[in-house]
């Protein structure tokens, strides 16, 4: 189970030439729903414009890291 | 009855005028060491700025006027033809979005891990608190080359080898974000924590609902820090990751250097491109860098 584990998330941390890159988007995804959770959610953190664009932000750059263009390579 | 008078004498009337210019309490004696600090920090500025300017330019030459004459810096012609060769050439796309990456995963995993652990060591009441501080403080002692065969081996043993976690997860076991939040959590007072408790908050509830919306300074603060910090990274990526594919952006420009011929050109405007990103981070976070600077070094001890 843990050698399956380690041996997915080396899948995922890794991403070759011209693959989406699946690792990034899983960390923007986690990074900009936490922060996005803590700005539209929690009253209690008073969530100024940074935070709130911040969150908007990672998210896209989750879209992005996921749907990577296929640049060719060498350029 | 004794009347006071205010009126001043002529003389005490010269040293005022003199000490309302510009606003300042300045009189004729003090002024020499200003101006002498003054110039020092200038010189100091211009020493330390000079090789960016230097850049800036030279990243505006054509590759051949770049060693054409050493005198002249300003270029006769500026163009703008080493950005778009670099970022059309090389894989500069791919390195910034690795390099992102990397810097976002290690801030988000450093502020939730460090926080929690400053929290803990601050207002946690457990056996061995006081070692495991100073463990934690330990770590900053040792130098990182050190530990970089050991670590090497470890990633590739574990099959992380060529990976964005080999890289990130040296960085985000931080200690000197674990000090800071400890110093930092250290100021909150305990009659806040025990109200919290009689509302009915678990120990959890206290970190999220009371401590963390508390923290927002110092995690702005750390956040700029390990930004800055991860962007920067070099050597351990350089050694961990082998693929062009995987390079951050710091290794990427430093293997644009070849051995028999190098794009100057091409290198120093790639590198001003590197900077952007730090220098928009620092400009639109000064107030708060300087005073996670002032938090780290000001908070109370024990």
Known sequence: MNAQAFFLLQQLGYSSRNEPILGGALIFLIAGASIGYLAFVRKEMKAGPVLKAGSILLLALAMLAYYWPQRPWPH | ??????????????????????????SKRSRWPKIIAHAILILSVFVFVSPFIWAFFT????????????????????????????????????WVMNSLVISTGIVFFTLLLDTMA?????????RGRSVTFTLVIGTLV????????PLFIEMNWIGWGNTYW??????????????????????VPDSLIDAARMDGCNTFQ?????????????LASLTVFTFI????????????????????LQVGIALLTGPYTSQWGQLLAAAIMAALPVLTAYLLAQKT?????ALSGGGKGQ
């Open chain 2, 118 to 126: 400053g929290y803990a060591l601050a207002k946690g009441r457990f």
């Open chain 2, 142 to 149: 040792i130098p990182p080359q050190v530990v970089l065969v």
């Open chain 2, 59 to 94: 990243s505006l030459k054509p590759e051949a006027e770049i060693f054409a004459s050493i005198y002249q810096i300003i270029p006769t012609e500026p163009t703008f033809e080493n950005y778009a060769k670099v970022w059309v050439e090389q894989p500069l796309d791919r």
């Open chain 2, 289 to 293: 860098f300087m005073e996670g600077i």
């Open chain 2, 1 to 26: 009855m004794v009347t006071l008078t205010t009126e001043p004498d002529n003389e005490s009337l010269e040293l005022e005028s003199e000490a309302r210019v510009g606003g300042y309490a300045v």
């Open chain 2, 166 to 187: 080999a890289i990130m997860v040296l960085f985000i076991a931080n200690p000197f974000g674990t000090f800071m939040m400890r110093q930092f959590f250290m100021t």
């Open chain 2, 206 to 218: 206290i970190y999220t609902r009371i401590m963390l919306p508390m923290a927002k300074p110092a």
């Open chain 2, 229 to 248: 910090f991860a962007w920067g990274a070099f050597l351990w990526p350089l050694i961990i990751i082998n693929d062009g594919a995987m390079f951050p």
